[in-house]
Structures are given as C-alpha cells and as structure tokens.
C-alpha cells in the first residue's frame, strides 16, 4: 500500500486516501496544476504518465500497472490473461493488460504500459465482475469463473490451450464453485462450447 507523510506533502485529504491520483482530481478539489508540479520537482510526488501521480514514498505492489491503467480507463474491465495472473490461475504471464470495454468507448492514449483492448457490450460488461482495491485505486476484474468462461469465448485470440489449462485449474484449486462457471456460461452462452473439455478433465 501508498504510505504517506502528511507534513511533506501538502494534499487535500481526499487525495491522500487515493494512494494515486488524477490531475483532473486534484484541480477539482482546489490543488492547481503548478503546485502539483512544484511537488513533483521538490520529490514529494511522482509523475507516473500524462495526469497521473502518486506519493513519492509508494512502494508499488504486485498490481500496480493494473491500478495505473484503470485510473486512466476507468470504463475498463480487467480480463482474459490479466484475470488469470491476478487470481492465480493458469501459467501465463501476459506482457499487456488486457481491458475489456464498451464497443463504443473511446480509448485515451496510454503512456504507462502497453494494454489489449477487447470490445464488449450488454450483459458480458457486468456479468461476473468484481470490484478490488489495489493501491486506492477501484479495480474492476473479471471473477475466476468468469475469466474462465471468457477465455473459451475468445479462444481464437488466446489459444483453446489456454482456456482448457484454465478450465482444469479453475476446478483442481477451488477457485469459484461449479454452479457459478455454468450459470456464467450459460449467460455468455458458452456451455456447449465448454461442456466437452469438462467433461474430460472430471472424467
């Protein structure tokens, strides 16, 4: 987590509980842009990309690139192999963030880590989402089960041996509960697709 030293930097409350914060946030909250720079060259701040900025004593944790990323996209929806890495399923290491978006969302230009846009709309933008907290920061990521059952809808993208690893690790760690990967893949109608290589690795 962000730590704070509260004499050196002189932050509107609201912005120190953030852990990172827009430009925008802090002008809306009476901090102008100057003084925000004239932090960032006495060391209390680091600029992270174009509008972005944190506390200089943060030490980053294991997800902060997906922090960073939402904070700048906060439509997007983690996904696909970055859902797997955060929960801990599977054997990939995705160089992206891969986001899921609206169809008609526009995209701001990202400075701060390359990211794979996936396009979706209606219900596959709710269904199976969760909220974290990383660094302040409200993430919103894909369930395991849900991960999962994306991983079958766009196995052309990603390899069907990647959603079939993640299917099997899904049930060998306990991730989610069976009743919540078939009501998701009922939903995203998947289940014909995913029912086959189920019921080779319950065989």
Request: proline share 5%; charged share 30%.
């Given at each position: 987590m962000w730590s704070y030293n509260d004499t050196m930097i002189g932050l509107p409350a609201p912005l120190r509980t953030k852990g990172m914060f827009r430009l925008k946030e802090?002008?809306?909250?009476?901090?102008h842009p100057e003084q925000v720079r004239r932090l960032v060259r006495q060391g209390h701040l680091v600029r992270l990309g174009r509008g972005l900025y944190a506390p200089a004593s943060a030490e980053p944790s294991e997800f902060h690139t997906l922090a960073e990323v939402v904070k700048r996209v906060a439509t997007g929806i983690v996904c696909l192999l970055t859902a797997l890495r955060f929960h801990?399923?599977?054997?990939?290491?995705?160089?992206?963030?891969?986001?899921?978006?609206?169809?008609?969302?526009?995209?701001?230009k990202l400075d701060i880590a390359p990211v794979r846009i996936v396009r979706m709309t209606g219900a596959a933008l709710t269904a199976g989402v969760e909220e974290h907290k990383i660094e302040g920061v409200t993430v919103r990521v894909t369930s395991p089960a849900r991960t999962v059952v994306d991983c079958f809808k766009f196995r052309n993208r990603?390899?069907?041996?990647?959603?079939?690893?993640?299917?099997?690790?899904?049930?060998?760690?306990?991730?989610?509960?069976?009743?919540?990967?078939?009501?998701?893949?009922?939903?995203?109608?998947?289940?014909?697709?995913?029912?086959?290589y189920w019921d080779a690795i319950a065989s």
């Open positions: 802090a002008k809306a909250l009476g901090l801990g399923i599977g054997t990939q290491h995705p160089r992206e963030v891969w986001l899921a978006v609206d169809r008609r969302a526009a995209i701001p990603i390899g069907v041996d990647v959603a079939v690893e993640a299917l099997r690790d899904y049930r060998r760690l306990r991730k989610g509960t069976v009743d919540e990967l078939w009501r998701l893949a009922d939903q995203l109608r998947m289940t014909r697709v995913m029912r086959p």
